[in-house]
C-alpha cells in the first residue's frame, strides 16, 4: 500500500521474524519520502522530515528490548524507497 506522493506504506507494515515468531510493527509518517543512492564508496539516505522521522522510527524499533539478533526490514524501491532508490536492509546484530 503506497501514498500518492511517492513509494512510502501509508499504514504501518508489519513484519514477523520467523524464527521465533517475534513481530514487529513499522509505521510510517504519512508524507514519508526516502530515497536511497549508491555513489560507489558512498551511500547517500536523502529524506525529507517525515521521512526521516520514519527511518529513526524503524530504527528504534529494531533496538527496542526483547528484538532478536537479526530481526531487519527490506525496503526497497516501490517498497518503501522512492523510486530508482537502491535496497536498503535495516537488521540488527548484537554479536561483537
Given at each position: 500500500m503506497t501514498s500518492g506522493n511517492g513509494s512510502a506504506p501509508v499504514e504501518s507494515t508489519r513484519l514477523t521474524h520467523v524464527a521465533d515468531g517475534t513481530g514487529l510493527q513499522f509505521g510510517w509518517d504519512a508524507d514519508a519520502r526516502i530515497e536511497v543512492r549508491s555513489l560507489g564508496t558512498e551511500v547517500v539516505i536523502?529524506?525529507?522530515?517525515?521521512?526521516?522521522?520514519?527511518?529513526?522510527?524503524?530504527?528504534?524499533?529494531?533496538?527496542?528490548?526483547?528484538?532478536?539478533?537479526g530481526a531487519h526490514l527490506h525496503l526497497e524501491d516501490g517498497n518503501g524507497l522512492e523510486d530508482g532508490s537502491v535496497g536498503l536492509v535495516l537488521e540488527r546484530d548484537d554479536d561483537e
Open positions: 536523502e529524506a525529507n522530515a517525515a521521512g526521516l522521522r520514519t527511518l529513526a522510527g524503524h530504527l528504534l524499533v529494531l533496538a527496542g528490548d526483547g528484538v532478536p539478533d
